[in-house]
């Protein structure tokens, strides 16, 4: 019988366990796909494309193509040379920086976008990143082009200082941080790529309604679609909601007056879907389910269920300045059914005034105060 | 061999040592203390960390010298024993009081920073804690909190210089830890209470603010800046701060 010795049995094992180590280390780089240094991303179509073009794949590879031509590539992102982008008076390429800040550019800021907001934002601006798994609320699918918490009216797009003021901010009471730490050009060139896969998407959700339309794609149609998606854009600056003179104070009187109007149905009528108390379970905003269980009634722009806003946390998304919250009431929340109680009129008259409006504002804010009613 | 395993336990001793006196050089040891109570954390710091440095080269010192000395070829017998009473006390007594020496040394340390926690005045600010984001919550011009005048601003924690700041921590989700190393503060944010703390900064400049309770997925981002100003400075941010919350949306462009 044989037996190794200890000397051989030594011998043998220091090779043994290094050939073992080598050959489970190899599996493992295999496994996990894993490669020294990152992969270059790749731009893919949105679901609803690729589910809306199944039987079309010539179509699909067309539109990828065309999109391609038009905004580059995630390394080499850039706007295609367009009239639409000389229409508006800037070079989208390379946009005013703040006075003295040397500027990024598209590619610095794709790869700032890669390292800061990829893994949450997808590389598309899909919100299906892959930590976006298991997120409430889920983060923004900024390829529809809806921004929710803008300074704007209209349901319009955002203009640079609204996706900045987002990436200074934050948004309190859901997983979007804020960005400060990065230098403010670098802030700025991150919101111009924001717009860039904003305004991509949009063109291919555009190219797509095209073609179903016409079942063809020309060169004119693509530029149609451009054109239009950027008019949207453009419009923007012009949709700035101010208030003329000094923001009315939080008196004792105004609460007491928002407080009706909260609750009057003729007039802010917030209650029915806020509730009674603010808490966001008014019966308007709420259903019974198939199974019997309450639900939300609504849906947002994204096909996710919407939840009325629990006043009393004081956790308001788009910023709780007076100003902020006048904003969500004159403009309403894109995407979602928040209606713009600002541009409501009743008999040729404004449903509110601004008056009204800021007593509805201080009434909000007191929920989550002590001066609460 | 014994002499090889030997020398790796010196190699260990030599590393660790080396690693102590180049790590202030090389931006690896806590920033400067710039909190009135620093100095006595520092002290405090500086001296376990020695007793600790003596008895880690002690114990693996002692360790290489074993395996050195006891692995030897031999032909003597080795020797059975069973206990030491007098090297087991000694060795307790030494060891207890070493601990107790240090526990009573940091006890007055400990106390001025603990007992003046309640004490120390109206909280200048309110510390809120989220995944994965600090906010402040200043109380405006009444000086009293949620109030319709507080303001609110994320990242940036502005503190005046040489005065008592007391800093009230709230956290809206799960456990978080406010750590200023250049204040040597570090006091865990608890969800469901408002826990105080307090400090006194004497220079101004701009500093770190870290989580250090592993508090999710973006915890390693979860970072702001203490910034220490003159008094000057910080009513006049102060005022800015409530100006632009009440503006009326026509600052910017």
Not at chain 1, 26 to 46: I, K, Q, R, Y
Not at chain 1, 307 to 313: H, K, M
Not at chain 2, 140 to 168: Q, W
Request: charged share 20%; hydrophobic share 40%; proline share 7%.
């Amino acid at each position: 019988m044989f037996r190794p010795t200890i000397r051989e049995r030594r011998a043998r094992t220091p090779a043994l366990q290094r050939a073992t180590a080598a050959a489970a280390a190899l599996c493992l780089c295999v496994a996990c796909g894993f490669e020294p240094g990152p992969a270059p991303l790749e731009f893919s179509l949105s679901g609803a494309t690729q589910s809306a073009l199944e039987d079309a794949p010539a179509v699909r590879d067309q539109i990828a193509r065309e999109l391609t031509t038009l905004f580059g590539t995630p390394s080499q992102p850039a706007y295609a040379p367009h009239p639409a982008w000389d229409a508006a008076g800037v070079d989208l390429n390379q946009p005013d920086a703040s006075a003295g800040a040397p500027y990024p550019g598209l590619a610095a800021a794709a790869e700032t976008y890669r390292r800061e907001c990829l893994h949450c934002h997808g590389v598309e601006g899909g919100g299906d990143g892959p930590s976006a798994f298991g997120l409430t609320p889920a983060p923004r699918d900024v390829r529809l082009g809806i921004f929710k918490y803008t300074a704007l009216k209209d349901q319009s797009r955002p203009r640079r200082a609204d996706i900045l003021h987002t990436l200074e901010q934050g948004i309190a009471g859901t997983s979007m941080p804020n960005f400060q730490r990065l230098a403010p050009a670098v802030r700025e060139s991150l919101a111009d790529y924001v717009r860039y896969l904003a305004i991509r998407g949009e063109v291919e959700s555009a190219l797509v309604l095209t073609w179903r339309e016409e079942e063809e794609l020309s060169p004119e149609a693509v530029g149609e679609a451009l054109t239009f998606v950027w008019s949207r854009w453009a419009k923007a600056p012009s949709k700035l909601v101010v208030y003329e003179g000094e923001v009315p104070a939080a008196s004792k009187e105004r609460i007491a007056r928002g407080d009706a109007l909260f609750h009057d149905p003729l007039k802010g009528n917030c209650a029915s879907c806020h509730g009674t108390s603010g808490a966001g379970d008014g019966p308007a905003a709420w259903k019974i389910g198939v199974d019997g269980q309450r639900e939300p009634a609504y849906s947002d722009a994204w096909g996710r269920p919407i939840r009325p806003r629990d006043l009393r946390e004081g956790l308001f998304h788009g910023g709780s300045r007076p100003i902020d919250i006048y904003r969500r009431i004159y403009a309403g929340i894109p995407g979602g059914p928040m209606p713009a109680l600002g541009e409501t009129m009743k008999d040729g008259e404004p449903l509110l005034s601004s008056e009204e409006m800021w007593c509805l504002v201080h009434y909000v804010r007191s929920l989550s105060l002590r001066e609460g009613p | 061999m014994r002499t090889l395993i030997a020398l790796l336990f010196g190699a260990l001793i030599a590393a660790v040592l080396w690693s102590f006196v180049v790590a202030p050089g090389r931006g690896w040891w806590m920033p400067a203390s710039v909190s009135t109570y620093g100095g006595d954390i520092d002290k405090l710091f500086n001296t376990i960390t020695v007793v600790l440095a003596v008895a880690f080269v002690g114990t693996i010192g002692g360790l290489a010298w074993l395996v050195w000395r006891g692995t030897r070829t031999t032909t003597v017998r080795a020797l059975h024993t069973h206990g030491n009473a007098r090297l087991e006390g000694a060795w307790t007594f030494v060891t207890g009081g070493l601990l107790l020496t240090l526990a009573l040394m940091q006890l007055s340390v400990w106390r001025a920073i603990q007992a003046e926690r309640g004490s120390g005045g109206k909280p200048l600010v309110r510390v809120l804690a989220a995944q994965f984001d600090w906010r402040f919550r200043y109380p405006g011009v009444d000086g009293m909190f949620d109030t319709a005048d507080d303001f609110e601003t994320p990242y940036r924690l502005v503190v005046p210089v040489d005065e008592r700041v007391v800093i009230e921590l709230r956290s809206r989700d799960v456990i978080h830890g406010f750590f200023v190393p250049a204040l040597r503060l570090k006091q865990d944010v608890l969800p469901g209470s408002a826990l105080t703390a307090w400090f006194e900064a004497h220079t101004p400049g701009e500093y770190d603010l870290i989580c250090t309770q592993l508090c999710g997925s973006g915890h390693y981002r979860m970072a702001g800046k203490v910034q220490v100003v003159s008094r000057a400075d910080f009513d006049a941010w102060n005022e800015r701060m409530q100006r632009e919350w009440r503006t009326n949306g026509q600052e910017r462009p």
